[in-house]
């Protein structure tokens, strides 16, 4: 995984437990006329060169580029070799918000004022958002299943659970999924800006992305990925794999509601938890941990607050809950993907990671968001939720092994 | 090696992936010997164009074999 705060799922692991943010103000362009001017941009440390060929990298998108190193990392953790030797049974399905946005800008820009000369042949592969999972099938010679998910901030977490349901209907033993996004350009904020979705605390990028607190003003966009090997559990077993997790889970519905609201009573929220619980046969109170989807918006915060307390009742008071979107700032589409793993990591070390700059908590968001501070907590099982613009709601249950 | 016929070089071996830029000669076939495929082609086209501000029509392209030949068209167009 990447994200604003490192290359790595143990660097990233190490921040957030250390409740570390990764916001800072925008260097990808020139936003000093924005009304938002910070951002959750993956820095200097991140560099494709190790994995990408600086002449193949000229041909990619960001987007494309984040895509790639974590899946090079899953696939290096997972020790799978690669060509398989059943292709068709190992498939890639990438989730991406707006997948190669920047490229999209640059083309129309050279065309605006080059004429249509000005278009670069890779601008269209460089701007769909199949094509993460595309090259994935060409670097490992995945043949399978292969398709791009595009579920605005939920397409992280809709990905993985597709590809969790391809593995279970037993069409595959092999999955490469996840979620990528690199949408920090110039349309991009003064879009998300025109919206007033995005927080304007520029004197104070840390403090910025303040899930569940009264003060918060909007989110905070991040750009980042991560990717996740699934593997039948006979097939990780069989070849003597390292399990981090399983996932027994996937609920999704939709709120029917509005295009970038979300239903206030959180009943889209609710029955997406609910059917990812019944999914999994696992009762609320067994639930120890919930990445929460906490992108800092009044709305939103508020409204996962309720979900969760009409699904969990008596026991939404004891369950431990955090959106590490406070660290990260919201990745769009790949931040369910990145959550998950967060999800997966708490469950293995026992350890909840915090909500920072929680300081003073909005009355209506009541329930234990674990301020500021990682708590240790063993747990058996982990709900992670996205929610979208367009009312798309996922939730993934993942299981310690 | 003039000055157009250096910057072709550099351009291709922009965009060729698996092709160093020590193993490309004037006389280097972009194709055969480069193993450049279509993309790549479309890929060099634009660079080209865009480098030496001219206007390369898939006729003409079709007509160009080696990275001599590309230099000459360029300096045949008088942009140079």
Same mark, same amino acid.
């Given at each position: 995984?990447?994200?604003?705060?490192?290359?790595?799922?143990?660097?990233?692991?190490?921040?957030?437990?250390? !409740?570390?943010?990764?916001? !800072?103000?925008?260097?990808?362009?020139?936003?000093?006329?924005?009304?938002?001017?910070? @951002?959750?941009?993956?820095?200097?440390?991140? =560099?494709?060169?190790?994995?990408? $060929?600086?002449?193949?990298?000229?041909?990619?998108?960001?987007?494309?580029? +984040?895509?790639?190193? @974590?899946?090079?990392?899953?696939?290096?953790?997972?020790?799978? &070799?690669?060509? &398989?030797?059943?292709?068709?049974?190992?498939?890639?399905?990438?989730?991406?918000?707006?997948?190669?946005?920047?490229?999209?800008?640059?083309?129309?820009?050279?065309?605006?004022?080059?004429?249509?000369?000005?278009?670069? &042949?890779?601008?269209?592969?460089?701007?769909?958002?199949? +094509?993460?999972?595309?090259?994935?099938? %060409?670097?490992?010679?995945?043949?399978?299943?292969?398709?791009?998910?595009?579920?605005?901030?939920?397409?992280?977490?809709?990905?993985?659970?597709?590809? $969790?349901?391809? %593995?279970?209907?037993?069409?595959?033993?092999?999955?490469?999924?996840?979620?990528?996004?690199?949408?920090?350009?110039?349309?991009?904020? @003064?879009?998300?800006?025109?919206?007033?979705?995005?927080? *304007?605390?520029?004197?104070?990028?840390?403090?910025?992305?303040?899930?569940?607190?009264?003060?918060?003003?909007?989110? *905070?966009?991040?750009? !980042?990925?991560?990717?996740?090997?699934?593997?039948?559990?006979?097939?990780?077993?069989?070849?003597?794999?390292? %399990? $981090?997790?399983?996932? *027994?889970?996937?609920?999704?519905?939709?709120?029917?509601?509005?295009?970038?609201?979300?239903?206030?009573?959180?009943?889209?929220?609710?029955?997406?938890?609910?059917?990812?619980?019944?999914?999994?046969?696992? =009762?609320?109170?067994?639930?120890?941990?919930?990445?929460?989807?906490?992108?800092?918006?009044?709305?939103?915060?508020?409204?996962?607050?309720?979900?969760?307390?009409?699904?969990?009742? $008596?026991?939404?008071?004891?369950?431990?809950?955090?959106?590490?979107? /406070?660290?990260?700032?919201?990745?769009?589409?790949?931040? !369910?993907?990145?959550?998950?793993?967060?999800?997966?990591?708490?469950?293995?070390?026992? #350890? *909840?990671?915090?909500?920072?700059?929680?300081?003073?908590?909005?009355?209506?968001?009541?329930?234990?968001?674990?301020?500021?501070?990682?708590?240790?907590?063993?747990?058996?099982?982990?709900?992670?939720?996205?929610?979208?613009?367009?009312?798309?709601?996922?939730?993934?249950?993942?299981?310690?092994? | 090696?003039?000055?157009?016929?250096?910057?072709?070089?550099?351009?291709?071996?922009? #965009?060729? #992936?698996?092709?160093?830029?020590?193993?490309?000669?004037?006389?280097?076939?972009? #194709?055969?010997?480069?193993?450049?495929? /279509?993309?790549?082609?479309?890929?060099?086209?634009?660079?080209?164009? =865009?480098?030496?501000?001219?206007?390369?029509? =898939?006729?003409?392209?079709?007509?160009?074999?080696?990275?001599?030949?590309?230099?000459?068209?360029?300096? @045949?167009?008088?942009?140079?």
């Amino acid at each position: 995984m990447v994200t604003g705060l490192g290359a790595g799922v143990q660097a990233n692991w190490t921040a957030i437990t250390s !409740g570390r943010s990764g916001i !800072g103000p925008i260097t990808r362009f020139d936003a000093s006329k924005h009304r938002t001017r910070i @951002a959750g941009e993956v820095r200097g440390d991140f =560099d494709p060169a190790g994995y990408i $060929h600086n002449k193949e990298a000229r041909r990619m998108d960001r987007y494309q580029h +984040l895509a790639m190193v @974590a899946a090079y990392e899953a696939m290096n953790d997972a020790g799978l &070799p690669y060509p &398989p030797s059943e292709p068709y049974r190992c498939g890639a399905v990438v989730g991406s918000g707006m997948g190669g946005l920047a490229s999209i800008e640059d083309g129309f820009r050279s065309v605006d004022q080059k004429g249509p000369k000005g278009a670069h &042949p890779m601008v269209i592969p460089m701007s769909v958002i199949n +094509l993460a999972p595309g090259m994935m099938s %060409i670097r490992f010679g995945f043949k399978g299943p292969n398709f791009g998910v595009v579920n605005a901030c939920t397409s992280g977490t809709s990905a993985i659970g597709e590809a $969790h349901r391809i %593995i279970r209907e037993g069409r595959c033993d092999v999955m490469l999924t996840g979620g990528a996004e690199a949408v920090i350009t110039t349309l991009s904020i @003064a879009a998300f800006n025109a919206l007033r979705a995005l927080s *304007v605390r520029n004197d104070e990028p840390e403090k910025a992305s303040r899930p569940f607190d009264r003060d918060r003003d909007g989110f *905070v966009i991040g750009e !980042g990925a991560g990717i996740l090997v699934l593997e039948s559990e006979d097939h990780a077993r069989a070849r003597g794999a390292t %399990i $981090h997790g399983e996932i *027994v889970g996937y609920g999704a519905t939709d709120d029917a509601f509005h295009v970038v609201m979300p239903a206030s009573d959180g009943e889209g929220a609710y029955y997406s938890m609910k059917f990812a619980l019944e999914d999994a046969g696992v =009762d609320p109170s067994e639930i120890g941990y919930i990445n929460a989807h906490g992108t800092s918006t009044d709305l939103n915060d508020k409204m996962e607050t309720i979900a969760i307390r009409r699904l969990f009742g $008596h026991s939404a008071e004891k369950v431990s809950i955090s959106s590490t979107k /406070s660290m990260t700032g919201h990745l769009i589409g790949a931040a !369910g993907a990145v959550e998950a793993i967060f999800s997966l990591m708490a469950l293995k070390e026992g #350890v *909840v990671p915090p909500t920072i700059n929680l300081e003073n908590p909005d009355p209506e968001c009541d329930l234990d968001y674990t301020p500021n501070k990682a708590v240790s907590r063993e747990m058996a099982y982990a709900l992670s939720n996205s929610f979208a613009f367009g009312g798309q709601n996922a939730s993934l249950v993942f299981k310690r092994v | 090696m003039d000055d157009v016929e250096r910057k072709v070089i550099d351009l291709i071996a922009e #965009v060729l #992936v698996d092709v160093n830029k020590e193993n490309i000669q004037l006389d280097s076939k972009i #194709v055969e010997d480069l193993g450049a495929e /279509s993309l790549d082609i479309y890929d060099m086209i634009a660079l080209l164009e =865009d480098e030496f501000g001219l206007e390369i029509n =898939d006729e003409e392209v079709e007509k160009i074999q080696t990275v001599k030949d590309v230099a000459s068209f360029i300096k @045949a167009s008088g942009r140079a």
